[in-house]
């Protein structure tokens, strides 16, 4: 099993930076893919960004040359940096883990992020 655990969502305004984190343990074998979703209210859940323990990254359209994917390998743990916030931007996050080993999408429990003035 795998547990994701975010931090670093909240309040900020438009134009405004967050950073989120999102730290997995458990029984984490072989190649993954780590990375962010959001949901906003009445919406289906989109993907943000991914990035593999290999370093490839993906990013939404809505989100390219705002936002920027990392990770720490050593700490299992991927990073969402978010500059010039907008108020479409305001969703709840959701940090994922893909395991290519055995073909599971694990979730953490989801963080606000919420982009006023």
């Known amino acids: 099993q795998v547990q994701l655990v975010e931090s670093g969502g909240g309040l900020v305004q438009p134009g405004g930076s967050l950073r989120l984190s999102c730290a997995a343990s458990g029984s984490i074998f072989g190649i993954n893919a780590m990375g962010w979703y959001r949901q906003a209210p009445g919406k289906e859940r989109e993907l943000v960004a991914t990035?593999?323990?290999?370093?490839?990254?993906n990013y939404a359209n809505s989100v390219k040359g705002r936002f920027t994917i990392s990770r720490d390998n050593a700490k299992n743990t991927v990073y969402l940096k978010m500059n010039s916030l907008k108020p479409e931007d305001t969703a709840v996050y959701y940090c994922?883990?893909?395991?290519?080993?055995?073909?599971?999408?694990?979730w953490g429990q989801g963080t606000q992020v919420t982009v006023s003035s």
């Open positions: 994922n883990l893909y395991s290519y080993y055995n073909g599971t999408n694990y």
């Open positions: 990035i593999t323990n290999g370093g490839s990254t």
